[in-house]
């Protein structure tokens, strides 16, 4: 049977209960306390100091005797001073007596006036006279004694009954702290048994519905995915189930589509690769085929111009001119197509590689136009890393020629640094040409792509693909600058080797 409550109303349940039960318990303790407070105030605050000035009272009075037989049997006036003293202890005892509670009306009391009383009838029959001037005899001290008894008699009532209240008081005590004990041991119970309450129910409609609910999600996770959650205990429980079923369902279906998804890419790569492999045997087929039939155009055209140079009028010399200049480009394009087509078909032998003496190598190709344009080419210290010696010469060919070729009025002047960034290293390659704007930073590196005409830079506007083709394929990558201000700087990363001893760290 599913449960109709939610968490917030079976909490609000035990909470309820818990709060009654140590409410009362509390109520019940708060009581046991101020009775244990009142019995201990009563004791050590009314009691006990009656019983105590009681008996100040008690020795008051005897003093009051002693003091009055010994004046009667001696004759002397000073031994009437113990009475004196006697009685001003007596007024001061009757005074706190009265202060604590035994006033006229209470049993106490009514003993207390006995006792004064039997006091007053005392002192008028023996004292009074004897302070008025009459003989000391043995028959006063005779009247005495009777008189003196009874006092004793009611000081003894007295004392006996405020020593009973004592008792009492310290008979409530001790039952007030056994009721106080007895209420801490009930809000100890009451206490542990609102937790318990508490406990149980967290675990039987919270913790046992979530540990059921992270099983069955568990299980479609690890397990099996098409498996229904559903989820049991209170309402939000069971809401949290249909939310995750609605997820787990919504991600089957997500799931489907990604499949489809998938297979369509794996379709559509499998043609793309094909493509690809078709463009590049094509290229490579019609470059290398189109190199005969060419050379023979080319070489023809340059027999015809050698041989009536001169011999034809202006515009036969110039179509002839024009012949073998298309001819040489063509030948140049083809060449550089078959080089780019090239790139990754078949792989050379992947060796440690000096990047100083690959530069070194792509000068000594470009020393003519080193030597023609009066460039000045500068280096810092160049790392080892790995790769086809073949294409990383032509990306530092292409890239210091690019330098030489796009040049200003000034003689060209290019700079190659290398520094560590991280698990690769980032080569830069500086000029001071004629620059390129940022808005072509893209362009340059699609092939056949050139900013100025053929008659004012020779080239085909493969080389940067070419570089980007190469650095590619070694796991590198190739930008163009776009934060130097004059000049032009292309940078480029290839990995750094993976173990130091591979001469991958300069020394």
């Not at 006036?77 to 509670?101: C, I, K, N, T, W």
């Not at 110039?318 to 030948?331: L, W």
């Not at 990306?395 to 020629?401: A, D, E, P, W």
Request: aromatic fraction near 6%; hydrophobic fraction near 45%.
């Amino acid at each position: 049977m599913k449960s109709v409550w939610s968490i917030s109303r079976w909490a609000a349940l035990s909470g309820v209960i818990a709060v009654l039960l140590l409410g009362g318990a509390i109520v019940a303790g708060s009581l046991a306390l101020t009775n244990l407070t009142d019995s201990r105030a009563r004791l050590l605050d009314v009691t006990g100091p009656q019983v105590l000035r009681s008996n100040s009272l008690a020795t008051a009075m005897l003093n009051q005797e002693t003091g009055v037989r010994g004046y009667i049997l001696a004759g002397r006036s000073e031994f009437l001073e113990p009475y004196r003293e006697g009685l001003r202890a007596q007024d001061a005892s009757v005074a706190e007596l009265r202060r604590l509670g035994v006033v006229p009306g209470t049993a106490a009391g009514d003993d207390l006036d006995r006792v004064l009383n039997a006091a007053t009838a005392w002192r008028r029959t023996i004292i009074e006279p004897l302070l008025a001037g009459a003989p000391a005899t043995g028959a006063l001290v005779d009247a005495s004694k009777p008189l003196f008894d009874e006092v004793r008699a009611s000081l003894s009532v007295l004392q006996n009954r405020l020593e009973t209240e004592r008792l009492d008081a310290r008979d409530d005590l001790s039952a007030s702290a056994d009721v106080l004990r007895v209420m801490l041991l009930v809000i100890a119970v009451l206490l542990i048994g609102a937790l318990a309450l508490v406990f149980l129910v967290l675990q039987r409609k919270l913790v046992r519905p979530i540990r059921q609910l992270a099983v069955e999600v568990r299980d479609v996770a690890q397990t099996d995915i098409h498996r229904a959650v559903r989820g049991s205990g209170p309402k939000e429980m069971r809401e949290l189930a249909s939310d995750v079923e609605s997820l787990r369902s919504r991600i089957l279906d997500e799931v489907a589509e990604l499949e489809r998804a998938q297979e369509l890419i794996v379709t559509r790569t499998r043609e793309l690769e094909r493509s690809n492999s078709d463009l590049e045997q094509f290229a490579y087929v019609a470059s290398h085929d189109l190199q005969e039939p060419l050379r023979k155009v080319a070489s023809f055209c340059q027999l015809l111009q050698k041989r009536y140079q001169g011999k034809l009028d202006e515009r036969g010399d110039q179509y002839i001119g024009f012949a073998v200049d298309g001819a040489k480009r063509m030948q140049a394009l083809i060449n550089d197509l078959l080089a780019f087509s090239r790139v990754g078909r078949r792989p050379g032998e992947n060796v440690l590689l000096e990047t100083g003496d690959l530069l070194a190598t792509a000068l000594g190709n470009l020393e003519d136009a080193i030597v023609e344009s009066g460039a000045r080419v500068t280096h810092g210290e160049l790392p080892v890393v790995r790769g086809e010696k073949t294409l990383l010469t032509a990306v530092f060919q292409n890239l210091v020629g690019n330098a030489i070729k796009f040049r200003g009025e000034e003689p060209p002047e290019v700079e190659i640094v290398a520094e560590r960034d991280g698990e690769d290293w980032r080569f830069s390659v500086t000029d001071n040409g004629i620059g390129i704007n940022d808005e072509y930073a893209e362009r340059i590196f699609v092939i056949f792509q050139r900013l100025h005409g053929r008659g004012e830079y020779p080239g085909t506007g493969i080389g940067l693909a070419l570089c980007r083709k190469i650095l590619e394929h070694h796991g590198g990558t190739i930008w163009l600058d776009t934060t130097v201000q004059a000049g032009t700087r292309f940078c480029f990363t290839l990995p750094a080797a993976q173990h130091a001893d591979e001469g991958n760290e300069r020394p």
